[in-house]
């Protein structure tokens, strides 16, 4: 089993679309989560972090789920800047070393 | 926010010879810098961990022979790619963080080609 598992891609939908992004992982002492932004051929960027009480950036929303060790990402009104794909990111506790899920390419068409 | 810079942001080199890359955080120390490889349509594969004043650990499947770590300093961790072939073609990067748990800053990759 992978240690950060996402939803496979590409989800493609229109301009003003809600979308949702899943995530799990496997080690449950994790603890510190984050959603990165990739775009084609550039170095991920941190789109936001994720706390336990979930949190809100514009029409970005993340939630954690520690009991299930499950992260979303909601993207409302989606606009085609927001094609991309996107990671799931958990912080290793015992080596701080950052793990990545293989990602989820999302595509927003006119 | 933090900035970790990478260079060179893309190198072509003949098969056989070395490459380096420098990775540095320019406004914060980094005891711990991270290197990175990421092939086509592929996730980021954690290549080595870099610490400053010891040597790097490097993820099973890893040649630390031919993927040479050196952080000399708290702001600056170099991978060099060591008799590099064909396969070596990638795109490599670097991140560095503020704290143990806290969220990287990348580099903005090198794209190495060998021919």
Redesign the interface.
């Known amino acids: 089993r992978k240690e950060v598992e996402q939803d496979p891609g590409p989800f493609n939908v229109p301009e003003g679309a809600t979308v949702a992004f899943n995530c799990t992982y496997s080690n449950s002492a994790s603890q510190s989560f984050f959603w990165y932004r990739q775009d084609c051929r550039k170095e991920p960027k941190l789109l936001m972090s994720v706390y336990s009480s979930g949190n809100e950036d514009g029409r970005f929303t993340a939630q954690l789920n520690r009991a299930s060790q499950y992260i979303s990402l909601l993207i409302r009104d989606s606009k085609l800047s927001d094609s991309a794909t996107y990671l799931c990111v958990v912080n290793d506790q015992s080596s701080y070393k950052l793990i990545f899920g293989s990602g989820t390419r999302l595509l927003v068409r006119p | 926010g933090a900035v970790v810079s990478?260079h060179p942001s893309w190198v072509i080199c003949k098969s056989g010879t070395s490459v380096k890359i420098e990775c540095r955080s320019l406004d914060f120390q980094a005891t711990?810098m991270?290197w990175y490889r990421q092939f086509p349509k592929?996730?980021?594969m954690?290549m080595a961990?870099s610490n400053e004043g010891s040597k790097a650990t490097y993820e099973q499947g890893v040649e630390k022979d031919k993927f040479l770590i050196n952080h000399a300093s708290l702001t600056l961790s170099t991978l060099t790619v060591t008799s590099a072939h064909p396969e070596d073609s990638s795109?490599y990067?670097c991140?560095a963080?503020r704290g143990?748990?806290?969220?990287?800053?990348?580099?903005?990759?090198t794209?190495l080609t060998v021919v």
């Not at chain 2, 143990?100 to 990759?109: K, M, N, S, T």
Request: proline residues 0%.
């Open positions: 990478q711990t991270f592929q996730s980021l954690l961990t795109f990067i991140s963080s143990e748990l806290a969220e990287a800053f990348f580099g903005q990759g794209r």
